[in-house]
């Protein structure tokens, strides 16, 4: 399944080939590194997708076997602190986006 950023890194350099009537078009950086603005969501959206698995694991664990109800508890706290960044990151993404649209040419 291709991601978003990805998605989103093909769909600037169709922009760019447009721009140019069809030319060489601008490539984006190396999505997958760290450096990029891209990297650094996709990291964002893997550690908040791990903090979910393991609070999910935690609470499976307490319900079963009586685990630590503390780590549990912080687990989810953790899990939902990183659900709420990824969500306020991705909507300052769709208003930057939408203001880029709006910018007259």
């Known amino acids: 399944m291709p991601s978003p950023v990805n998605n989103f890194a093909n769909a600037i350099s169709a922009y760019n080939r447009a721009l140019n009537g069809g030319g060489e078009a601008m490539e984006p950086r190396d999505i997958g590194s760290d450096n990029t ?15 979910g698995e393991t609070s999910e694991k935690l609470s499976i664990a307490a319900v079963s076997d009586g685990a630590d109800l503390n780590q549990v508890v912080t687990a989810v706290a953790e899990a939902e602190v990183a659900l709420n960044t990824v969500v306020a990151v991705r909507d300052k993404i769709i208003a930057a986006y939408k203001d880029i649209i709006r910018m007259p040419m």
């Open 37 to 51: 603005f891209a990297g650094l969501v996709k990291n964002a959206v893997h550690g908040a997708i791990d903090a």
